[in-house]
C-alpha cells in the first residue's frame, strides 16, 4: 500500500520560511514524479510544484515561482518543499502526490497517490 506522509508545517509570520517533507513508502525513484498542491479555505486545490524523478526537471506555479524549491532525496524517499519569502495568501493546507499519469503535471486530477496534507499558516 502506498503511502505519503507530509511533516513540517507550521505558522511563521510573512517573510518566513518553512520546509515541508513528503516521505513516501517505498522508494522515491519508483515513482515517476512527485508534486505539491495546496488548498485554502473555499479555494480548489491547485498545484504549486512538481518534478520528475528520473530527470530532476521541476515545475512551478507562477505564484510560488523564485520562492519555492522542490527537491528529492532519494536517501530518505522524501520530497521536500523548500518555502521562502512566505506571503499571507500562502496559507493553506498543503499536500503531496506521487505518479502523475495525465494532464498537465501541476493538475491535481493526474496523480494517482496523496498524503493526508499539513497546515501551513502565515500571518502578517
Known amino acids: 500500500q502506498v503511502q505519503l506522509v507530509e511533516s513540517g508545517g507550521g505558522s511563521v509570520q510573512t517573510g518566513g520560511s518553512l520546509k515541508l517533507s513528503c516521505a513516501a513508502s517505498g522508494y522515491i525513484g519508483s515513482y515517476n514524479a512527485g508534486g505539491w498542491f495546496r488548498q485554502a479555505p473555499g479555494k480548489e486545490r491547485e498545484g504549486i510544484a512538481a518534478?520528475?524523478?528520473?530527470?530532476?526537471?521541476?515545475y512551478y506555479d507562477d505564484s510560488v515561482k523564485g520562492r519555492f524549491t522542490i527537491s528529492l532525496d532519494y536517501a530518505k524517499n522524501t520530497v521536500t518543499l523548500q518555502m521562502n519569502s512566505l506571503k499571507p495568501e500562502d496559507t493553506a493546507m498543503y499536500y503531496c502526490?506521487?505518479?502523475?499519469?495525465?494532464?498537465?503535471?501541476?493538475?491535481?486530477?493526474?496523480?494517482?497517490?496523496w498524503g493526508q496534507g499539513t497546515q501551513v499558516t502565515v500571518s502578517s
Open positions: 502526490a506521487a505518479e502523475y499519469t495525465m494532464g498537465g503535471i501541476l493538475s491535481s486530477s493526474g496523480y494517482n497517490y
Open positions: 518534478i520528475y524523478t528520473g530527470t530532476g526537471t521541476t
